[in-house]
T-cell receptor, first 108, second 116 residues
């Protein structure tokens, strides 16, 4: 069964680029990797999803190496409102596995 | 993005009573929905997978007779916490699976359950 590992917390300043990496060995070969953002007392909000290489949307980029044993969420030019917990979600052997989350604190 | 609603957003009940939480996918049909619970400062824990037209699949350690799940239609799943006790107090979150090239879960806003 895959285990996911994310940094517990990260600090950043407004305007900086933030990269959060999730390590996930042994994930399903044909499943996507998904990242979510969660604010306190709210449900997770979909950010981005990818299978391999690089995916970019209007809010983030996702980098996935060829071995798919990790993925990196990249948030360009963060603002105070990006302070939240970020989770990776993968599937392994039919089981959905959420990472423990990375608490990002953005300071002015 | 897809929209998933939950009702109620917050509920307080007495010990021994039952509470029903509704989860609706508003702009897409969802054959599969999921129910999670989340304790403070912890990650989401999958409780069960709700399948339209069939029985739910429960994760190990989750009592199916205590957490009743009904997936009545392609847009509605309900979770009933029966005979609730204070230790059932938690944040319950549902998600609906939108199937496509990449199956994607979209989450509801969550329901805060407090059992007195």
């Amino acid at each position: 069964l895959a285990k996911t590992t994310q940094p517990i917390s990260m600090d950043s300043y407004e305007g900086q680029e933030v990269n959060i990496t999730c390590s996930h060995n042994n994930i399903a070969t044909n499943d996507y990797i998904t990242w979510y953002q969660q604010f306190p007392s709210q449900g997770p909000r979909f950010i981005i999803q990818g299978y391999k290489t690089k995916v970019t949307n209007e809010v983030a980029s996702l980098f996935i190496p060829a071995d798919r044993k990790s993925s990196t969420l990249s948030l360009p030019r963060v603002s105070l409102s990006d302070t939240a917990v970020y989770y990776c979600l993968v599937r392994s052997q039919g089981n959905l596995i959420f990472g423990k989350g990375t608490k990002l604190s953005v300071k002015p | 993005g897809a929209v998933v609603s939950q009702h109620p957003s917050r509920v307080i009940c007495k010990s021994g009573t039952s509470v029903k939480i509704e989860c609706r996918s508003l702009d897409f049909q969802a054959t599969t929905m999921f129910w999670y619970r989340q304790f403070p400062k912890q990650s989401l824990m999958l409780m069960a997978t709700s399948n339209e037209g069939s029985k739910a699949t429960y994760e190990q350690g989750v009592e199916k007779d205590k957490f009743l799940i009904n997936h009545a239609s392609l847009t509605l799943s309900t979770l009933t916490v029966t005979s609730a006790h204070p230790e059932d107090s938690s944040f319950y979150i549902c998600s609906a699976l939108r199937q496509g090239a990449a199956d994607t879960q979209y989450f509801g806003p969550g329901t805060r359950l407090t059992v007195l």
